[in-house]
């Protein structure tokens, strides 16, 4: 029987992991065609998170966990439980029940019509704030311009993949990581179905604003190198602007004599070119702070304890 691999990222989800799990082996054990293992990853929680894992370590044998020495956030957590996976098909979702394991047996209908990936993509934003559903929407087409990855608008990090599809996904060891994307890049037959996303039933999200507005710029600079080239035509339009108001001054002057112009048009100028400049120094400084922190080739996540050993 061919073996399922769930991995779940979590990060202060004591309040909901009971109810996670009672509802997950609820959907599995309606599924007779194959067998499912989970591999919890705890991304340094600061509640009870990790002892619930051993908790469920010692009461279902189908349950691994792999435990984070801080937080490392969901992009290690999701790439530590791949890593990990040896299944023959990897199941990647959230452990607040807003992907619902009810959508499993869809997704493995995707995967039985010969697909690699069956991956989900919201159709309403139920739970989820007017700000943070615009942002999303933004965020989405503008990475869909400008990337070489495109995904629905909507598109979540709950998904089904083969094998072979999770082992090239291992292979780009990239330490920034931006998982929407590189699932993306990767290739594969994918298949995208649609699910209505709930609410949350305890717990809260860990991401605010600010963290998502990082997230979106974090797949944007790594999927795309657009931002440089747009500053570069920038540079190109201003200096031709430039050149002909040059013309035009000297015919001007030429013709008409010199006339003494006001203080105005050079303040607007400096300022105008002083905020391109320091705009594209950000752009450039973006990218090369990238390219630093990808220098240094730290390791992704540091595990402190797993039960992967364990007989
Ligand atoms: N998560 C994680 N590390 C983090 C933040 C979140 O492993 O630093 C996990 C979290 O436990 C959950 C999933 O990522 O299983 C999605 O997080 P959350 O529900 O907060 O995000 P949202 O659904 O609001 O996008
Ligand atoms: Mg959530």
């Not at 619902?100 to 704030?129: H, T, V």
């Not at 015919?251 to 391109?276: K, R, W």
Request: some cysteine.
């Amino acid at each position: 029987m061919k073996l399922i691999d769930i991995v779940v990222p979590c990060y202060n989800e004591e309040e909901v992991l009971p109810m996670f799990i009672e509802e997950t082996n609820k959907v599995i054990s309606t599924i007779s065609d194959y067998r499912f293992r989970y591999i919890f990853v705890n991304d340094g929680s600061k509640d009870k998170t990790l002892d619930i894992l051993r908790t469920f370590a010692s009461r279902f044998i189908n349950v691994k966990y792999i435990s984070f020495s801080r937080n490392f956030g969901k992009e290690s957590a999701m790439y530590a439980g791949l890593e990990h996976s040896t299944g023959d098909y990897v199941i990647i979702m959230d452990a607040d029940l807003q992907h619902p394991p009810k959508m499993f047996p869809q997704m493995i209908q995707g995967i039985q019509e010969g697909n690699d990936c069956c991956a989900l993509y919201r159709a309403k934003q139920k739970g989820e704030s007017k700000i943070r559903q615009f942002v999303s929407k933004i965020f989405f087409s503008f990475q869909n311009k400008i990337s070489d990855v495109k995904m629905p608008d909507g598109a979540v990090d709950f998904r089904i993949m083969s094998r072979k599809m999770v082992d090239s996904i291992i292979k780009l060891s990239e330490v920034q990581r931006f998982s929407k994307g590189i699932f993306c890049w990767v290739g594969f037959k994918t298949k995208w179905i649609e699910y209505e996303n709930v609410e949350r039933p305890a717990g809260e999200t860990k991401w605010s604003i600010i963290s998502l507005f990082k997230y979106a710029l974090d797949g944007i600079t790594s999927f795309s190198v657009a931002p440089l080239r747009f500053i570069a035509i920038l540079g190109f339009i201003i200096s031709f602007l430039t050149f002909l108001y040059i013309i035009i001054t000297l015919i001007q002057t030429l013709c008409f004599g010199i006339d003494v112009p006001g203080y105005v048009t050079t303040l607007c100028a400096t300022l105008f070119l002083g905020g391109i400049i320091e705009m594209s120094v950000g752009v450039l400084g973006e990218y090369i702070g990238r390219v630093y922190i990808e220098t240094k080739r730290r390791p992704i996540y540091i595990e402190s304890e797993s039960n992967f050993d364990d007989m």
